[in-house]
């Protein structure tokens, strides 16, 4: 991989931890971003508080989770991506926030115009570049 991309990927990554951290007072666990072909998907895991993950073990509870970070992302989400925009040097048309609240995962996606499927595994792929 490109050693300016590996940077650019890092740089994303650190930045929506950041914003992560400041908008709910808790940080990921780990970050997982994925850059290509106009489309940017970051996963926050571990992303749920030890009180989220407590309200999502049931439909409602899980339901009233994923819509408060909905919120959250729909309301604030303009500083992360003014930051994207300014380590990529690429205007981002469109973002959405999906939660998967059985793992704690946090997804976001950027996109321009792209129909995004994202699909969490039930363990980690050994991936070498």
């Known amino acids: ?34 850059l ?19 309200l999502a073990v ?3 509870g ?3 989770v994923q819509n408060f ?3 959250l992302f729909a309301n604030s ?11 990529t040097g690429i205007d981002i048309r469109d973002a959405a926030l999906e939660v998967e609240t059985s793992t704690g995962s946090v ?3 950027f996109s321009g115009g792209t129909v995004v499927q994202v699909f969490l ?4 792929l050994s991936v070498e570049i």
Do not use: F
């Open 1 to 34: 991989m490109n050693e300016n991309r590996l940077t650019m990927v890092q740089q994303v990554a650190r930045a929506a931890s950041i914003y992560q951290q400041q908008q709910t007072g808790h940080a990921p666990k780990r970050v997982t971003v994925v």
């Open 36 to 54: 290509g072909e106009g489309t940017l998907v970051i996963t926050l895991h571990g992303a749920l508080t030890p009180a989220e993950q407590a």
């Open 58 to 60: 049931n439909p409602a």
């Open 62 to 64: 899980a339901a009233e």
């Open 69 to 71: 970070h909905r919120q």
């Open 77 to 87: 989400s303009d500083s992360l991506r003014k930051e994207i925009e300014a380590i």
């Open 107 to 109: 997804l976001h996606a």
């Open 121 to 124: 595994m039930a363990e980690n």
